[in-house]
């Protein structure tokens, strides 16, 4: 421990504050989200220096932290064309802030061994699920999507396409706080990723303005690794 650190520990003892750890994850958020990520995970940041001389207006924290105790589930849906690099998104909030990334079941065979990004499951057992414990529908390519209610966190991201979107919105924004990232990237880079094949399967499929009032965030990924995290801590730091 620092001397800094010492402080502020006896600063809390003396106070009578209680507190569960000191500079490191509790134990049940690294089980909930099965990663002990480099950021400490917190319900929320309070960055003093970022004020001018330091001064914190205390009402207005305590106003936020209220809102913040009563907040629904947060699911930050990622939606983009094959090869604009949603997963990669939803790989990095998950690695940086420990937001866990919630895997559609489907009933289409895997694109190749051990692919990550669903559950994969046979017709038989996708036709035993209840439309009453799916949060999202949808059919793509002639296969069926959907995530179940129990596997809903304090905080997702979900890797999804406009009309499970829209159909999450329509029917769960009472349920759920429900944010969206719009990441696009060139006809030419899609082509690059992931081949002609998958990027003519999604001509007609996306619909929706870039403005349209059901994204909240747009990134573009035609820039490096680098410039699209950068979009994404921009992005985190007004949607959550």
Not at 14 to 28: G, H, R, S, T
Not at 81 to 86: F, P
Request: glycine share 6%.
């Amino acid at each position: 421990q620092g001397r800094e650190e010492c402080e502020m520990v006896e600063f809390l003892l003396d106070n009578e504050i209680k507190f569960d750890e000191v500079n490191q994850n509790l134990c049940y958020r690294i089980e909930e989200y099965g990663n002990d990520c480099r950021k400490i995970g917190a319900d929320v940041y309070i960055d003093d220096k970022a004020y001018p001389c330091n001064i914190i207006n205390w009402n207005e924290i305590y106003n936020f932290v209220s809102r913040k105790a009563n907040r629904k589930p947060l699911i930050i849906c990622i939606v983009g064309e094959s090869g604009s690099g949603k997963t990669t998104i939803a790989e990095y909030i998950e690695r940086e802030h420990g937001i866990k990334m919630m895997e559609s079941y489907t009933d289409r065979p895997m694109r190749y061994p051990g692919e990550t990004g669903h559950t994969f499951v046979t017709k038989e057992e996708f036709d035993s699920f209840s439309h009453d414990d799916m949060i999202a529908y949808t059919e793509f390519g002639g296969h069926r999507y959907c995530c179940l209610k129990k596997d809903v966190l304090d905080f997702n991201t979900y890797v999804i396409d406009e009309r499970g979107l829209i159909y999450l919105r329509e029917n769960f924004e009472d349920e759920y706080d429900i944010v969206c990232i719009r990441v696009y990237s060139s006809l030419q880079n899609r082509l690059k990723r992931v081949g002609e094949e998958r990027v003519k399967r999604d001509v007609s499929m996306f619909n929706l303005k870039w403005y349209d009032y059901r994204f909240n965030y747009l990134i573009h990924n035609d820039y490096g690794k680098d410039r699209l995290f950068e979009s994404v801590e921009e992005a985190l730091k007004v949607l959550v």
